[in-house]
C-alpha cells in the first residue's frame, strides 16, 4: 500500500501516514475550510492500512502548532478509528507540545482520558524546533 502524504497549506496540516514504517504523522495547523472532506481520504487511508496489517508498531504523532473546533472533532474521530485496531496493533500516540503552550497539552490530555490508546506527551522548545 502506498504511502499517505498530504502537503501542508497556510490552513491545512502536513500528513505523512507510511504502512511500510508505521509511523503516521500530522503537524502544522489545522483550520480546513471544509474539515470533515479533509479528514476523510485520511480516515479512508488509516481503515485500509490497518485492516491489511496485523501485529504491527503504529506510532502517530500529532504536532499540531493549532487547530479549530471542526478539525478537533475529526482528530476525535481518527483516535476512534485507530482504537478499533488496538486489538490486532500496538498502536501508540506521541502528543508534541510546544513548551507553554498549555492549551495543546491540555486538548491532547482530554483526548487520552477518554481512549484506550497509549498517549505519551513531549514538551518541545520552538527554539530548538
Do not use: C, H
Not at 504523532?61 to 485507530?82: D, G, P
Amino acid at each position: 500500500m502506498e504511502s499517505l502524504i498530504i502537503k501542508r497549506t497556510e490552513d491545512t496540516p502536513e500528513v505523512e501516514f507510511s504502512i511500510k514504517t508505521g509511523v503516521f504523522k500530522i503537524s502544522g495547523r489545522s483550520l480546513p475550510e471544509n474539515a470533515i472532506e479533509f479528514y476523510k481520504p485520511i480516515f479512508a487511508w488509516v481503515d485500509e492500512a490497518l485492516k491489511s496489517s496485523a501485529n504491527r508498531d503504529i506510532n502517530v504523532e500529532i504536532r499540531l502548532e493549532y487547530f479549530n473546533t471542526a478539525s478537533s472533532k475529526q482528530i476525535a474521530k481518527l483516535f476512534l478509528l485507530l482504537e478499533n485496531f488496538i486489538e490486532t496493533n500496538n498502536i501508540s500516540i506521541k502528543w508534541y507540545y510546544e513548551r507553554e503552550d498549555n492549551d495543546m497539552l491540555i486538548s491532547g490530555s482530554q483526548y487520552a482520558k477518554f481512549l484506550n490508546l497509549s498517549f505519551t506527551f513531549i514538551e518541545f522548545d520552538s527554539d530548538s524546533e
